[in-house]
């Protein structure tokens, strides 16, 4: 950007000092056709005026260009924040939605946890008092079984003391 400034400001002091040497063939009064009628005017003056007309129009039309682009890079900048902060907020709704989700889902787990730990309670209450009924079902058992073994025995000793009696 520089580059072109700097080479249209040299080109200008080119086109200046052109101008100024040879300010007389500029002002040298020529007849002119106008289509219609002629008249006697400075041809070098009149290119000059003209020259200078376009050059304000061209730096007219680049001003307004400019200032058109800056008012609609000001617009999209101000559409893209609003569009940014309604993504946010989409955003920020989405995670809302997910906590939500996701603490539904653990309250659920949770509830089944709890649930599955009752059930499992409960089946190992029922499977210790089987147990336990099993044990003493077998105590019991086993005391019988001593009992019959110690009356066998007892029924033996007395036995032989009355065969040693006799």
């Known amino acids: 950007m520089k580059v072109r400034t700097a080479l249209l400001l040299v080109v200008l002091i080119a086109l200046t000092v052109f101008t100024v040497v040879n300010w007389s063939a500029f002002t040298t009064p020529t007849h002119l056709s106008l289509l219609v009628t002629t ?4 041809l070098g003056a009149l290119m000059l005026i003209l020259t200078a007309a376009v050059v304000v129009a061209f730096l007219v039309f680049v001003v307004y260009l400019q200032a058109t682009t800056a008012r609609e890079a000001r617009r999209l900048t101000k559409e ?15 995670f809302t939605e997910l906590r939500s989700f ?14 599955g730990d009752a059930k499992l309670a409960s089946r190992v209450d029922t499977a210790e008092q089987a147990l336990r009924t099993d044990i003493e079902h077998a105590g019991n058992t086993l005391a019988a079984y001593i009992g019959q073994l110690e009356h066998r025995l007892e029924s033996s000793d007395t036995d032989r003391a009355e065969g040693d009696r006799h």
Do not use: N
Not at 80 to 94: F, N, P, T
């Open 39 to 42: 008249i006697e005017a400075p």
């Open 80 to 94: 893209l924040h609003s569009q940014r902060e309604l993504a946010d907020r989409a955003e920020a709704s989405r």
């Open 102 to 115: 996701i603490a539904q889902e653990l309250t659920v787990l949770r509830a089944f946890s709890a649930e």
